[in-house]
């Protein structure tokens, strides 16, 4: 983690504890935390090995939870990038974004980069969650960008959610679209021939007759395409 802009080393006995906490929101009934972290051990023990993480963190001067009436909380000093990347998303779905949120570049978008080596059922979730939100943001900011008529933008969004998940087809009708908007039927149709083959040799399926409708209608004005 960071403070003021130098690494500081979490305790290993405590790192589990500190990022279920800021995973979960900030804010986690306490035996809720010790059933996820310490599932086979008894009460009292689970009891003992929170207080134990707790004091790993004060005693590097990590002061960053408080454990009171039930509850383990994250401090509001606190800043959790996961938070920032899905609350970015969360605000492209919800249409409540602002000029800066329509900024792709820079972005960290990889959710397999959130504690990679990590295979807790917690972090699995957690994991698959912060993906979904990321890739329903990316489509929604293609659309947002190709209604602008911005329509490189759009399809570099596009592409960045069918990077993450190549067989989702919501992404691959933003890409479809964006290349359509931006006029490059020829693109549009090698993007649809590489998601029926890669449909076709990963589960056997065809692509779906909507998807191909797109390439058989005359070319749409832009106002005229529909939101992906």
């Not at 959790?80 to 990347?85: F, G, K, M, P």
């Not at 693109?187 to 409708?213: F, I, K, M, V």
């Amino acid at each position: 983690m960071l403070h003021h802009g130098t690494r500081i080393v979490v305790p290993e006995g405590s790192q589990r504890l500190l990022v279920l906490v800021a995973l979960r929101g900030g804010r986690v009934d306490r035996r809720r935390v010790a059933g996820s972290l310490w599932p086979n051990g008894s009460d009292d023990r689970a009891a003992g090995n929170l207080r134990s993480a707790m004091w790993r963190l004060r005693s590097a001067g990590l002061d960053l939870l408080s454990n009171e009436h039930g509850v383990v909380t994250l401090r509001e000093r606190v800043d959790v990038d996961v938070h920032a990347v899905a609350s970015w998303a969360d605000r492209l779905v919800r249409g409540t974004h602002t000029d800066d949120d329509l900024v792709l570049e820079g972005r960290p978008l990889d959710p397999d980069d959130v504690l990679p080596g990590w295979y807790d059922d917690w972090v699995i979730f957690e994991r698959e969650r912060l993906r979904q939100r990321v890739l329903h943001g990316l489509e929604a900011l293609s659309t947002l960008l190709r209604e602008q008529g911005r329509c490189a933008e759009a399809v570099e969004a596009a592409l960045c959610a069918v990077h993450l998940e190549p067989l989702r087809e919501s992404g691959q009708r933003a890409l479809l679209l964006a290349h359509l908007a931006e006029g490059n039927q020829v693109e549009a149709h090698r993007a649809l021939d590489t998601y029926a083959r890669l449909l076709r040799n990963e589960l056997g399926l065809r692509t779906s007759a909507e998807l191909q409708a797109l390439l058989r209608a005359p070319r749409p004005r832009l106002s005229d395409l529909p939101r992906a």
